[in-house]
């Protein structure tokens, strides 16, 4: 089992930026892709950010790209996700997820391990 633990949301104006972590423990060797995935109310988990596992393949959601960025420091078991130029459709649950398939992943039933979430809101 990969457990993961997010940290880093809160409540920021439109414009700012916040920076999420999500650590790691466990069968953290056996762990490939991961990923950031958001739910904001009312509507479907959506994939913003994956990382394969050497950092060197990335994807990003259309709605994202160029003001997210996701990294990993896998001596830390730790991934990261730069948000800047937040804006209010960004508020969302942010959930971390991990796979043992070789990523980028960004469907979520491809993803085996899920934090529990951390809420992120932006106020215009």
């Known amino acids: 089992q990969v457990q993961l633990v997010e940290s880093g949301g809160g409540l920021v104006q439109a414009g700012g930026s916040l920076r999420l972590s999500c650590a790691a423990s466990g069968r953290t060797f056996s762990v490939e892709a991961m990923g950031w995935f958001r739910q904001a109310p009312g509507q479907e988990r959506e994939c913003v950010a994956a990382?394969?596992?050497?950092?060197?393949?990335?994807y990003y959601a259309d709605s994202v790209l160029g003001r997210f960025t996701i990294s990993r420091d896998n001596a830390k078991n730790t991934v990261y996700l730069q948000m800047n130029s937040l804006k209010p459709e960004d508020t969302a649950v942010y959930y971390c997820?991990?796979?043992?398939?070789?990523?980028?992943?960004?469907?979520?039933?491809?993803?085996?391990?899920w934090g529990r979430g951390t809420q992120v809101t932006v106020s215009s």
């Open positions: 990382i394969s596992r050497s950092g060197g393949s990335t």
């Open positions: 997820a991990a796979t043992d398939y070789a990523g980028p992943r960004r469907v979520s039933a491809d993803y085996d391990y």
